[in-house]
């Protein structure tokens, strides 16, 4: 079984064992997702890009405790919605590419509707 | 090879096809991130709940496109830290299972340290 | 001088005793106000709506103190970028205004670019 | 009148003149704070901090509208609950004083329960 297939097995597990699928609903799991999205970008706040590509091993811990509950809830919102997530990404990601093309956006962060430097 | 692996491998292509890696710190990718589930969370503001569940098919079209956006960005700095997201999850359950039993939490929605209802 | 000018005063006199300057990019501001914009979300994810507009003391007081913080992250982060927070809600509205005119979208929550049902 | 005040009046004609109070849960306007806030975070994700200490005029441009977002959500979430911003926020900035004495954090970015470095 292929793991995000796994993750989606076990937070249903989770769920069910609490009884909380009442709770779950796309807008609630939505928002959860949120609150632990921003509980990650919190992490890095105060550190300097080159310090958030060296983390101390504390801080690696922890960015990977968030890490997971984002994941988590992304898994469980999908699974609520009936999407596959592997499918939807592999969708997007042609997508991305029509609208980011190699040639040229190469080395540039600017947005696909803003006009080369 | 695993989905998560799948899909570590695309983004990695993805980035350098476009020379991107210098953006790419864990701090720019937290704050992508963010950016992506803002975009997610704003689908679902004024649905109910119910509504929530039954998406029209346009609805979910754009919550896969969305869904698919904070997964990518989040197996991109998963990565930029060298931290496995399959690894991450398991140990988060475990630390979850213990934060919330599930005789003591069913059916309840109440933060793991308040007290019961 | 105005409620928003006071809280910018304070602001600066709270992170200049801690010579916390250094720290306030409009970038790590942005972040900073992301991490407590979920705090403040994370409130609301299990509650219904109905529930959301009746809560109790205890989560009105936390709702308060989490809308304090995201006031006061948004304030430094306009001092920092030398904007007028009354200034610019003002432009806004004239913007948004105009987006939704009020004959086109009473009682609807489709977007401005969304057709009318 | 002071200048939240003013914002509130205005954003409560603004909603009033398109009848869309009834999606103007406490709930929902979290949300919408929170998709405004990703978007406010996204302008600055690829730019280092020395850039976002100065923007274009158009990124600046950009960066007053998605505050002015922010700051009419909030004011909007506030106004729902019955909560006071400027009280609210002397009241955390007392909590904040108590959490962060100046002199245990000068230049410290440490939270306030980590240990000293």
Known sequence: MSDLEQIKIAVRN?????AW???????????????ETGEL???????????????????LADAADEIADVQMYLVALADQL????ADAVANKMVKNA???PADQFRGSARKYNDPPA
């Not at 989770?14 to 609490?18: C, G, K, P």
């Open 82 to 85: 009936g999407i596959g997530i």
């Open 41 to 59: 970008v919190s992490l890095f706040q105060w550190l300097t890009e080159a310090q958030s590509r060296s983390l101390t091993p504390e801080q």
């Open 14 to 18: 989770f769920t069910a064992e609490r």
């Open 98 to 100: 029509q609208k980011y």
């Open 21 to 35: 699928q009442p709770f779950h609903s796309p807008k609630n799991l939505a928002m959860a997702l949120a609150g």
